[in-house]
């Protein structure tokens, strides 16, 4: 079945470096979206990225869609303890429900 | 407080014993998507509704597992003769899903099942 895999699935960083977490698919996308779960909790949405090729910013958040739509980067630079978390994209099947990557887990170390 | 709302937010039940958990999606919201997600992992498709209607059902989950949404609003998931790999945070998620909109879900803070 469609499925997207997503890279690392840990990183530990210092505090004040970049991360960067990918999502690649097999298949065209008709659109991505992101999600942040923090330790014990649920996840909660980010943004959602439609367009080919499309770049969208979120204060020290940088989210892009590929040009062909199968593969998608969420990139945070000068990390902060507060961006502590899990990351995951997650996609609309050609059935209509919504699969999540395999996740990202960010450590940060202050 | 006007998201998704899940009861309880935990559940301590014996092997073999039923459960159902229920959820309150966000009002207007047509689609409503029930998850599990296990300790380190993402959260894993377990099935979705479209109003009332229960579009799809993942191929991995046992004949134990069903839910409905009897009038497209409140979801219920039930658990049938529980066994010790059903312990797991059962995410409900709700979203409104428009042609060409948004499809952003919000999620409940889950049900976590302990199955001793």
Partial sequence: GQQVMQIPQYQHVQEGEDFTTYCNSSTTLSNIQWYKQRPGGHPVFLIQLVKS?????????????????????????????????????????????LIFGQGTTLQVKP | DTGVSQNPRHK??????????????????????????????????????????????????????????????????????????????YLCASSLVTLGGRTEAFFGQGTRLTVV
């Fill in chain 2, 12 to 89: 301590i039940t014996k092997r073999g014993q039923n459960v159902t958990f229920r959820c309150d999606p966000i009002s207007e919201h047509n689609r409503l998507y029930w998850y599990r997600q296990t300790l380190g992992q993402g959260p894993e498709f377990l099935t979705y509704f479209q109003n009332e209607a229960q579009l799809e059902k993942s191929r991995l989950l046992s004949d134990r597992f069903s839910a409905e949404r009897p009038k497209g609003s409140f979801s219920t998931l039930e658990i049938q003769r529980t066994e010790q790999g059903d312990s797991a945070m």
């Fill in chain 1, 53 to 97: 090729g499309e770049v969208k910013k979120q204060k020290r958040l940088t989210f892009q869609f590929g040009e062909a739509k199968k593969n998608s980067s969420l990139h945070i630079t000068a990390t902060q303890t507060t961006d502590v978390g899990t990351y995951f994209c997650l996609f609309s099947s050609n059935t209509g429900k």
